[in-house]
């Protein structure tokens, strides 16, 4: 109580410009928590870009992996042979039987 006996003193001392005081010391504090909570949040958003940069690294070697894997498997069949990149539409088939004798695997129907 006597706490606020002497806000209420100080007030009437100091008078309009007291009063301007006060509220802008509360302004001050509630923006110092704010941005406590946004500089928190800031770092959180950071930590998780790195992880997902990490993540896209990783996905990114896996599938390069993929790909020579795919390449160097296509490249052991002696009737087929890859030109270029390894795309679909640069696989080449060499074999050339009739279409009763082979049966064409999934990466080469779009090619025979």
């Given at each position: 109580?006597?706490?606020?006996?002497?806000?209420?003193?100080?007030?009437?001392?100091s008078?309009?410009?007291?009063?301007?005081?006060?509220?802008?010391?509360?302004?001050?504090?509630?923006?110092?928590?704010?941005?406590?909570?946004?500089?928190?949040?800031?770092?959180?958003?950071?930590e998780?870009?790195?992880?997902?940069?990490?993540?896209?690294?990783?996905?990114?070697?896996?599938?390069?992996?993929?790909?020579?894997?795919?390449?160097?498997?296509?490249?052991?069949?002696?009737?087929?042979?890859?030109?270029?990149?390894?795309?679909?539409?640069?696989?080449?088939?060499?074999?050339?039987?009739?279409?009763?004798?082979?049966?064409?695997?999934?990466?080469?129907?779009?090619?025979?």
């Amino acid at each position: 109580m006597e706490e606020l006996s002497a806000f209420a003193a100080f007030l009437k001392a100091s008078g309009p410009y007291g009063f301007v005081v006060c509220l802008g010391y509360a302004l001050w504090r509630i923006n110092e928590r704010k941005d406590v909570v946004l500089r928190e949040l800031f770092d959180r958003v950071a930590e998780m870009g790195e992880r997902q940069t990490e993540a896209t690294v990783k996905m990114e070697a896996a599938l390069v992996a993929l790909k020579v894997a795919c390449s160097f498997c296509l490249s052991s069949i002696p009737w087929f042979k890859v030109s270029g990149d390894f795309t679909p539409d640069r696989l080449v088939n060499t074999r050339h039987l009739p279409a009763s004798t082979c049966s064409p695997m999934p990466c080469q129907r779009a090619t025979l």
